[in-house]
């Protein structure tokens, strides 16, 4: 069963205990409170000094109203289990000396932050009426609350009022050595100095994260304190702020003289360390920042100047200056803005100058993009004419109206202003009207060598029946002279007239037969000449044959312009037409070389298409048959191998 105390004050724990009691945690049964109870032991209880001391802590505890200071609330005894008690707030949280050994040395602002606190609760104990002095401001006796982060101090079961002369008995050392300061070891006379001591070795701990006389015992350090006569030097393991030191050192000076006389002077300077502080950090803060934009800086130039050459590699000098100049004139802007320090103007200059070199690289796109398409665009309209001047409509159907389809689209993209795109679809465009004409200049090739190979024949033939009459003509002659030769009496003809009849009629025959073969000859050289030439350089033959037609020959039209075109689109010649039999019909041999023309970039679909087509009208061709079989087997090779890992 709970322990209660003068029945309403039920103990809930024990919060911790001291040489001047036990201090309990309480709840006050009526109004449901959390508090602290501080008691004082049964066997202290003979002692009437410490009972003395301990009614005097209560009531000087309860005079002091201050928000760094514990609240004491009633005083009172209970007889029946024979203890007095007084009951104050209940603080929740832990020791300064726990929170020190926790965290080991605290930052500057946090030691400044609890300082000023407690600086704060002794100042005004000190200006009180009439002036409380604790006497044992140590970090076990200051408290920091956890849920605010708000000090406190404890205990002041030792503190000395200065009117009180008879609260410390001659000869009794009261609070802790290592924090006492040297009058209050001496016995003398106290004021608020040797509280302004004892903070400053608080202070020292907090930032040294050990005692000041850490490692000595009790006689060592009332000989450094009372015998040495060096003064009180702090050193510590880490960085200190000079102001901080110098705070240390004054507060923590063995002779009155150099301390702080007063807690309000140490509480100024512990402020004015916090702003220097806070000017420091803020100091740093902007070199930092200072380095940051330092370096945004570089990166922005660096964007600049690629943005720069990139513009300049499109020639935006040239094709768009204006832009180009205002990006010059915002990078020399920034520069003028680096000089002076502003870093902002001169990240927004910077920024200013890579969109305006970005414009200007897109606008010499466009430009030289628009030159390129404008010239392949004529270069377009040049090679349709010259296949629609070899007839490529008729002879080279297929090749003519790919390039067309493919000219519309390049139109559409020309008016959608896609230049780049254009031009592509252009240069496609000219390859398939290249070998339309080419396709087309073979037909009639092809067409003319079977005029000139009938008209041959045709002369020929000629020839032989020439010959032949010739022959018939020679013999009638010489029969008619015997059947009509008169009587012997009847005077001979004249010597020769016989012999010389039948030689004119010979030679009139062999005369035919030599125009004869010299035009078949002449024929066969003019052709055999055009079919050993390359297929797209094809002179004009030397031998000029005039056949009885009156069809334009390709001798009398202009040849095509040599024209680079693929290898796949340029195919020989078959030895049968140059044995003057031809025997694949134009459409087929338009039909191979499209699907050739396909499967060399891959398009296996349009290619097996085309030659389907020609198979349909060509079944028994053995050409068509073998491009099939190719063009299926690469199709296959290439799918099993987008399928292998």
Not at 272 to 277: L, M
Request: hydrophobic share 40%; charged share 30%.
């Amino acid at each position: 069963m709970a322990t209660i105390i003068s029945r309403r004050y039920e103990v809930i724990g024990q919060l911790g205990q001291g040489g001047m009691g036990v201090v309990y945690k309480v709840r006050h049964t009526a109004l449901e409170t959390i508090l602290a109870l501080k008691v004082l032991p049964a066997y202290l209880l003979e002692n009437q000094d410490i009972v003395t001391r301990f009614t005097r802590e209560a009531r000087v505890m309860a005079r002091l109203n201050h928000p760094n200071i514990v609240r004491v609330f009633d005083i009172e005894r209970d007889e029946s289990l024979n203890l007095y008690y007084f009951v104050m707030e209940c603080i929740e949280g832990e020791t300064l000396g726990q929170y020190v050994r926790k965290k080991g040395p605290l930052p500057l602002p946090e030691i400044v932050a609890i300082g000023k606190q407690v600086a704060s609760a002794l100042g005004y104990a000190h200006n009180h009426n009439p002036p409380i002095i604790h006497r044992d401001i140590k970090p076990s006796n200051i408290m920091i609350e956890a849920r605010s982060n708000r000090v406190v101090v404890m205990d002041f079961g030792i503190a000395k009022e200065l009117d009180d002369m008879n609260s410390t008995k001659t000869g009794a050392v009261i609070g802790t050595l290592k924090y006492a300061s040297p009058e209050q070891l001496r016995h003398e006379p106290l004021e608020g100095s040797a509280d302004v001591y004892s903070l400053g070795m608080v202070l020292y701990e907090m930032y040294a994260g050990k005692q000041f006389f850490a490692g000595l015992d009790e006689n060592a350090v009332l000989g450094k304190v009372l015998y040495d006569a060096q003064e009180n030097a702090p050193r510590f393991d880490r960085p200190a702020p000079a102001a901080f030191v110098e705070l240390v050192t004054k507060a923590i000076a063995k002779t009155r003289a150099q301390r702080y006389q007063r807690m309000a002077d140490l509480l100024r300077d512990l402020e004015a360390c916090q702003v220097r502080e806070h000017q420091e950090e803020l100091k740093a803060q902007d070199s930092e920042k200072q380095g940051r934009e330092l370096e945004k800086e570089r990166q922005l130039q660096a964007q600049v100047q690629e943005s720069r050459a990139q513009a300049a590699q499109e020639g935006a000098a040239e094709w768009a200056a204006t832009l180009f100049q205002q990006g010059l004139a915002r990078e020399e802007r920034a520069r003028r803005s680096l000089r002076e320090h502003s870093f902002t103007a001169a990240q927004q200059a910077h920024r200013e100058a890579i969109a305006l070199f970005g414009q200007a690289r897109e606008e010499a796109q466009k430009a030289v993009s628009l030159r390129k398409a404008e010239r392949v665009r004529h270069e377009v309209a040049t090679a349709k004419a010259e296949a629609k001047h070899y007839g490529a409509q008729e002879r080279a159907r297929s090749f003519y109206g790919r390039g067309l389809s493919l000219e519309a689209q390049a139109e559409d993209l020309w008016e959608r202003q896609s230049y780049t795109q254009a031009a592509q679809l252009y240069n496609e465009a000219i390859r398939f009207f290249a070998e339309a004409r080419e396709f087309a200049y073979r037909e009639t090739l092809r067409e003319e060598t079977e005029v000139a190979r009938t008209d041959a024949a045709t002369a020929r033939q000629r020839s032989e029946d020439a010959q032949k009459q010739a022959e018939q003509v020679g013999q009638i002659s010489d029969h008619a002279r015997v059947e009509t030769e008169p009587s012997p009496k009847i005077l001979p003809p004249p010597l020769g007239q016989t012999t010389r009849q039948s030689v004119m009629g010979r030679w009139a025959g062999r005369a035919a037969m030599l125009i004869g073969i010299g035009v078949v000859s002449a024929a066969v050289i003019w052709f055999v000449a055009l079919r050993q030439e390359s297929p797209l350089h094809i002179p004009t033959p030397e031998v000029k044959v005039s056949p009885p037609s009156t069809t334009t020959r390709v001798s009398s039209m202009p040849k095509p312009a040599p024209t680079e075109l693929p290898p796949s689109l340029s195919l020989p010649v078959p030895e049968k037409e140059q044995s003057f039999s031809v025997v694949t019909r134009p459409d087929v041999t338009e039909s191979l070389r499209l699907g050739q023309f396909f499967q060399d970039r891959g398009q296996y679909d349009e290619a097996i298409r085309e030659l389907e087509e020609a198979k349909g009208r060509d079944p028994d061709n053995t050409d068509i048959i073998t491009a099939l079989k190719r063009v299926r087997s690469a199709k296959e090779a290439e799918a099993k191998l987008n399928r292998s890992p």
